[in-house]
């Protein structure tokens, strides 16, 4: 199986106080995904969401974070 991450094309990124965020694209099968690394923690969220709400979540993806269990998902730390 590919790694979506791998296979995804960056569309936007920010970075700041300590997190960088990143819409992500991927072309394989249109899904939309947000990003949200803590370098501090090194915690690393991966938010799925609809196409018509990419922006609002790249905007707000802590109120996205929230959302119910298989909405969102919350990864360990990375290597």
């Known amino acids: 199986m590919t790694n979506s991450l791998n296979t995804s094309r960056e569309l936007d990124a920010r970075r700041g106080d300590g997190l ?5 694209w991927n072309p394989a099968d249109d899904a939309v995904t947000v990003t ?6 090194e915690e690393l969220f991966i938010i799925p969401v ?4 990419a922006l609002e979540a790249f905007a707000h ?3 996205y974070a929230g959302a ?4 969102a998902i919350v990864a360990g730390g990375w290597t």
Do not use: N
């Not at 609809?50 to 709400?53: L, M, N, Q």
């Open 20 to 24: 960088d965020i990143r819409l992500l």
């Open 36 to 41: 949200v690394a803590d370098v501090r923690t």
């Open 50 to 53: 609809a196409s018509h709400e």
């Open 61 to 63: 993806p802590f109120r």
């Open 68 to 71: 119910p269990v298989d909405h």
